[in-house]
């Protein structure tokens, strides 16, 4: 296996109940390497930007303004294979459907509420490292 990146938010839910150091304890548990990382609060044009594959979408709005409600912390991952490691821990996105040990089933309030984002290919994951991230902020 390749050593790849992928890209991780810490969505509002989890850093309003402080979760943000379990959660990268278990992404780093997962064999993963947080090698940028920022708390940050998402504007409204950054979350539109960030979420413009969902534009038309009936969720849309309610995704933007979940994601502008509170800080996140954004972060880039590295390990092998990155992309699945990160999506195994983090479980299926409806919480109810997550194994046990994933980041949703231990955390995740809602469907909507669900406490992390990952990438779901590398192809996007270097989209959405390059949306809030420049090179040099990457320190592996």
Do not use: C, W
Not at 115 to 137: C, K, L, M, P, Q
């Amino acid at each position: 296996m390749a050593v790849t990146r992928t890209f991780s938010i810490i969505k509002p839910d989890a850093t309003r109940r402080n979760l943000t150091g379990a959660v990268t304890k278990m992404l780093e548990d997962a064999g993963l390497r947080v090698v940028a990382s920022k708390r940050i609060q998402m504007t409204k044009e950054q979350a539109e930007g960030f979420y413009a594959v969902h534009k038309e979408r009936p969720f849309f709005g309610e995704l933007v303004d979940f994601m502008i409600s509170g800080p996140v912390v954004v972060q880039v991952l590295e390990g092998e294979d990155a992309v699945k490691r990160n999506r195994d821990v983090m479980g299926a996105t409806n919480p109810a459907d997550a194994a046990d040990g994933t980041i949703r089933k231990a955390f995740a309030e809602s469907i909507e509420a669900n406490s992390v984002h990952g990438s779901d290919s590398d192809e996007n994951a270097r989209i959405e490292i390059d949306f809030f991230f420049d090179e040099d902020e990457i320190v592996g």
